[in-house]
């Protein structure tokens, strides 16, 4: 089983940047495609952006278009999140998940397509 971590959240002012990774181990992480999701205070958790074991489809949510792009790392196994243009709506935990694939090709936005997720990190944005 894939166990997965998730690092690289903090504070940022709005307009600011933030990139976080999620270290995947114990699995093949080449077989997983992978997801990020948030949750806000009071909310509940939401598709933020998806990406295929290939990397070659991503897939991110209307809200984040534009601002935020998933990639992935095989050789690192990790899935980075880049966020740019941060606004204070963006505050949220964000989660790591990972779904083993035999297509390539798929992307999974929803969250009950998922099976392994990760602790969360917390983004601030302040105004």
């Known amino acids: 089983q894939v166990q997965l971590v998730e690092s690289g959240g903090g504070l940022v002012q709005a307009g600011g940047s933030l990139r976080l990774s999620c270290a995947a181990s114990?699995?093949?992480?080449?077989?997983?495609?992978m997801g990020w999701f948030r949750q806000a205070p009071g909310k509940e958790r939401e598709f933020v952006a998806a990406?295929?074991?290939?990397?070659?489809?991503?897939y991110h949510a209307d809200s984040v278009k534009g601002r935020f792009t998933i990639s992935r790392d095989i050789a690192k196994n990790t899935v980075y999140l880049e966020m740019n243009s941060l606004k204070p709506e963006d505050t949220a935990v964000y989660y790591c998940?990972?779904?083993?694939?035999?297509?390539?090709?798929?992307?999974?936005?929803?969250?009950?397509?998922?099976?392994?997720w990760g602790q969360g990190t917390q983004v601030t944005v302040s105004s």
């Open positions: 990406i295929s074991r290939s990397g070659g489809i991503k």
């Open positions: 998940a990972a779904e083993p694939v035999a297509n390539s090709m798929l992307v999974y936005r929803r969250q009950d397509q998922y099976d392994y």
């Open positions: 114990g699995g093949t992480f080449s077989r997983y495609a």
